[in-house]
């Protein structure tokens, strides 16, 4: 069973013990004498259980149990012995006719029994990991009042209710004194804790993790607006230049729907940028009247920091009338696409991508077909108002492929979502990765793959003589059919591919050497993944949170030039997280615990799914600030579920935190 699956069952499992532990205090209370020993005993055999699922869930890691192990169930274990107890005796002497009935403070009890499994369930979806002090102390004085409260309802203050008379008596008066004892006690506890609990919060947080390596040291500082990029070509290489103005457009789809986008250039996807290994490629970006403001980012192109396109941390959003020039070199071979980094989940979503595909300078050997027999086709993916899109087009794109070419589909998921991608009718290779190429990557056939949002696949196989259908989602209907010249069989035979096991990329390829030793890592930084109350660009949410803070308020982490660094991703909610680092592609070393054993896998975003942990490592050779963040995009931009990887000395002009409000372009 997948840790996903212990997260909810123990989810249910608390749900269970909380509404036993409420239906024994009911059934006590109304005195149904024959009903609450049975609930009772259920409560306490289902809290029993949820040790056992809490016990599982350990050993999946400490992350997943925390808050459990060291408050849920310690409270609901001590509420539910003393209710044991309290309740337990008396309901055997009703039973054997020695008494009339549950007395108050059983009834009390049980009830605190509940109210403590429902505050172990609420702090795990409110606070998770880590659990603070603040919040393990404010959740016991709650506790704490609602017993109380509930002794106040249950048994009023004596001198109150009708049968004063008692309080006449001699030990009446004294239980009495002792009630309200122990009530002024329990109050003062309870508003110790709180206050305690609440002063604990304003606390000062960290705004710096240093991963276990030194902190800063006193190197000068650079600031992320000098790290720009190279001003010429490598020998052989051109400049591309390129203007792209963004612009609001209505755009017609194939099929004639029209969307009203927001575009580079008034199309969508935005003009596809190419480049041959070594060029210079220099892209002006205009902003005509996207109110927001907008910017470009290079996804998993590794450009200087300052080219990065991260408002509020490399430069500021490009507001209406201005511009900014993006100049990089293009060294890495492969698929990349481009994006808009300010609100991007809304400017995304709404068109503002597009592709960029650097191809090899010396590619080409003798032997290989001239690009006139070859079919090289980029295709991103995305969701337009729940209509998808492949490369622009809504309808089934059918494009000519001669028997015998060469032909590479180079797949981009653009949306936050991860597709499903099958290709139908000829084995094929994934012979590239996130843009980098993977080692002897074997042939395969009849198998989904899973693209994580940001992800890209470049799927290469010979063309055969018949038709090779590409099928997104399991959409038969829509989709790419390459089709041999003069073929007229209509639609390939397809059969339904939804239930075509998935390929596990972590053992496809063959293992080969890795330029650095992730063992050795310098810096070791560990980012829980959930969701809880925190505070999101200065307002409170309920976040996507990171070790249970939001934007901008998770800490930075800080690394030194030359670092091995190595991150442990770690998923307790019950969403997918797409990780995506900016600047630097991670080597995945494992998956909950299973070590990557194909070829090398280098990505720039990796999808942790409900349970899972990863391990990255990566190569700290490219300074800057960069974000690090979900690309589930509204995870990240409204969620708070991004951060800040920074190089020690380099700082920056632009504000420091990751622009999320319009119009600071100026
Ligand atoms: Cu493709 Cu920070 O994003
Ligand atoms: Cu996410």
Request: with cysteine.
């Amino acid at each position: 069973m997948t840790t996903g699956l212990w997260i909810i069952l123990d989810h249910v499992v608390a749900l269970l013990s909380i509404a036993a532990w409420f239906a024994a205090g009911v059934t006590l209370a109304l005195r149904r004498i024959r009903l609450a020993p049975a609930v009772l005993v259920a409560a306490v055999l289902v809290t029993l259980v949820r040790v056992g699922t809490v016990a599982m869930l350990a050993g999946r890691g400490w992350w997943f149990v925390q808050e459990k192990v060291l408050l849920g169930l310690p409270m609901l274990g001590a509420a539910g012995a003393v209710a044991v107890l309290l309740a337990g005796p008396q309901l055997l002497a009703v039973r054997r006719g020695r008494a009339a009935g549950g007395s108050a403070r059983g009834v009390v009890s049980v009830f605190t029994a509940g109210y403590s499994a429902l505050a172990g369930l609420v702090v795990t979806f409110l606070v998770g990991y880590p659990l603070t002090l603040s919040a393990a102390l404010i959740t016991i004085s709650l506790v704490c009042a609602g017993a109380l409260l509930t002794a106040r309802v249950i048994a009023p203050p004596a001198e109150n209710t009708a049968d004063a008379g008692v309080a006449q008596a001699p030990e009446g008066r004294r239980a009495i004194s002792r009630r309200r004892f122990l009530g002024w006690t329990g109050g003062a506890v309870a508003v110790t804790a709180a206050g305690a609990g609440t002063g604990l919060s304003f606390l000062p947080a960290e705004s710096v993790t240093r991963g276990g390596g030194p902190g800063r040291s006193s190197r000068t500082a650079v600031s992320v607006a000098d790290l720009r990029g190279s001003g010429s070509p490598a020998p052989g290489g051109i400049v591309r230049r390129q203007v792209l103005t963004a612009k609001k457009a209505t755009v017609r789809l194939p099929s004639g729907r029209e969307i009203d986008a927001w575009t580079y250039d008034g199309e969508v996807p935005g003009p596809a940028i190419t480049a041959t290994q070594g060029d210079l490629v220099e892209v002006r970006l205009r902003n005509a009247d996207i109110e927001d403001g907008l910017t470009l980012h290079w996804h998993g192109y590794d450009v200087p920091c300052g080219e990065d396109g991260a408002p509020g941390v490399t430069q500021l959003a490009v507001a209406p009338g201005e511009e900014f020039v993006y100049r990089f070199r293009a060294d890495q071979v492969g698929t990349y696409w481009y994006h808009t980094h300010h609100a991007s989940h809304i400017g995304v979503r709404k068109g503002l991508y597009g592709t960029l595909v650097v191809e090899p300078r010396d590619g080409q050997r003798a032997d290989e077909p001239s690009a006139a027999e070859r079919v090289d086709l980029t295709l991103p993916v995305h969701t337009f108002d729940g209509v998808v899109l492949i490369a622009g087009r809504d309808d089934r794109t059918e494009h000519p492929a001669p028997p015998g070419a060469p032909v590479r589909l180079r797949l981009i998921n653009t949306d936050s979502d991860p597709h499903r991608i099958v290709l139908a009718g000829t084995p094929f290779r994934i012979s590239a990765v996130d843009g980098r190429d993977l080692n002897q990557p074997g042939e395969v056939s009849d198998v989904g793959l899973r693209l994580p949002a940001g992800g890209r696949f470049d799927l290469v196989f010979v063309m055969p003589d018949t038709v090779v259908a590409l099928v997104v989602d399991d959409d038969l209907v829509g989709g790419l059919r390459l089709r041999p010249p003069g073929d007229t069989s209509g639609a390939a035979r397809i059969e339904d591919t939804s239930d075509l096991p998935e390929l596990d990329l972590l053992r496809y390829g063959a293992p080969a050497a890795v330029p650095f030793d992730p063992r050795k890592a310098d810096r070791h930084f560990t980012m829980v993944l959930d969701r809880g109350v925190a505070m999101v660009d200065g307002r409170p949410a309920y976040a996507h949170t990171v070790n249970g803070r939001g934007h901008p308020s998770i800490p930075d982490q800080l690394v030194t030039e030359g670092d091995i660094v190595r991150f442990t991703v770690v998923n307790r909610s019950l969403e997918t997280h797409p990780w995506h680092l900016h600047g630097h592609p991670v080597l995945i070393l494992s998956r909950d615990g299973t070590p990557s054993t194909g070829s090398p896998l280098w990505v720039d975003t990796f999808d942790v799914r409900p349970g899972e942990t990863w391990k990255v490592a990566f190569r700290a050779t490219n300074p800057g600030i960069w974000m690090n963040h979900c690309h589930n995009l509204p995870h990240a931009h409204q969620g708070g579920m991004m951060l800040r990887l920074r190089y020690d000395g380099v700082t920056t002009p632009f504000g420091g935190s990751h622009g999320g409000s319009p119009g600071h372009g100026h």
